[in-house]
Nanobody, 122 residues
Framework: QVQLVESGGGLVQAGGSLRLSCAASGNIFSRDPMGWFHKAPGKQRELVGTLTNGGSTDYADSVKGRFTISRDNAKNTMDLQMNSLKPEDTGVYYC????????????????WGQGTQVTVSS
């Protein structure tokens, strides 16, 4: 089992910054990718960015140049540094962990945290 707990959300003015953290516990493997997702009010949950075992990152176009994902495999944590925040960044941010098959690398299970609320005022 895997447990993911997000923290760091809050209220910030447009143009400000926030740093979200995700603490993972249980059977965590550094080979497995992790990522952040965003659910804006009234919209579906969407990908913010992912971080693979090799250290490569992939970001949604809407956050490129503003958000940065980092991971500490020794501590089983993942952070999301959010700069130049916009009102449209408001919503709940979820941490995601993909359990993959070590041989095929197929995703076998998705784990999610409960989310942390971010509100950006204009």
């Amino acid at each position: 089992q895997v447990q993911l707990v997000e923290s760091g959300g809050g209220l910030v003015q447009a143009g400000g910054s926030l740093r979200l953290s995700c603490a993972a516990s249980g059977n965590i493997f550094s080979r497995d990718p992790m990522g952040w997702f965003h659910k804006a009010p009234g919209k579906q949950r969407e990908l913010v960015g992912t971080l693979t075992n090799g250290g490569s990152t992939d970001y949604a176009d809407s956050v490129k140049g503003r958000f940065t994902i980092s991971r500490d495999n020794a501590k089983n944590t993942m952070d999301l540094q959010m700069n130049s925040l916009k009102p449209e960044d408001t919503g709940v941010y979820y941490c995601n962990y993909n359990r993959t098959n070590p041989f095929t690398r197929d995703v076998e299970f998705d784990y999610w945290g409960q989310g942390t609320q971010v509100t950006v005022s204009s």
